[in-house]
Each structure stands twice: as C-alpha cells, then as structure tokens.
C-alpha cells in the first residue's frame, strides 16, 4: 500500500516532499525493538525520480559516538532535533 497517507512510509515521502535528504525522529523499530534513526534521500535521473535510498542507524550507537567526542580541552560533541531541541548532549546525560 504505497500511498502518501501511509505513516509506515513516512521515510519514503518525507524526503520525496522535502526534495533534499532528510533525518526521521527517533522511533522504535517494531522487529528489533531497537531506537532508531533513519536518513532517507530521493534519487533524481533527468529530473525524475527513480526511488528513494536509505539507512537506519541505531541511536544508542550514534548517542555512544557523540557522547565519546572530545573537541579540544573542554568542548563535547551534541545532535540537536530540526527544531533545535537537544537529542544528545552531555551535560544533559551526566
């Protein structure tokens, strides 16, 4: 049931819609139970689109990833949200 309206496809309109690539939410994969985050990317040829690319990314090792990310003496490494609410950061998680 490949329809717009679908929310289970979401990951496939969402950058069809944007026209650029795009970051999903966190969510729950249903079959791992595993959080993750999802980055999809519409794919052009003489400016038709022919399908849409993606990979899921398991949040708990791209927040291990960041958390562990030293920038110089004192500077950390955090993710903020497309609306600029901290996802990861460490003075959030100590």
Do not use: C, Q
Not at 64 to 83: E, M, P, Q, V
């Amino acid at each position: 049931d490949y329809k717009e309206g679908n929310t289970d496809l979401d990951w496939y309109y969402n950058p069809i819609k944007a026209k650029k690539a795009v970051w999903s939410k966190i969510y729950t994969d249903s079959h791992s139970k595993v959080n993750m985050i999802t980055y999809t990317m519409p794919l052009y040829f003489n400016n038709k689109l022919v399908g849409v690319a993606g990979i899921d990314v398991s949040f708990e090792s791209l927040k291990k990833l960041i958390l562990s990310t030293k920038l110089y003496d004192t500077g950390n490494a955090f993710l903020l949200s497309n609306d600029f609410v901290f996802l990861v950061d460490r003075s959030k998680t100590d």
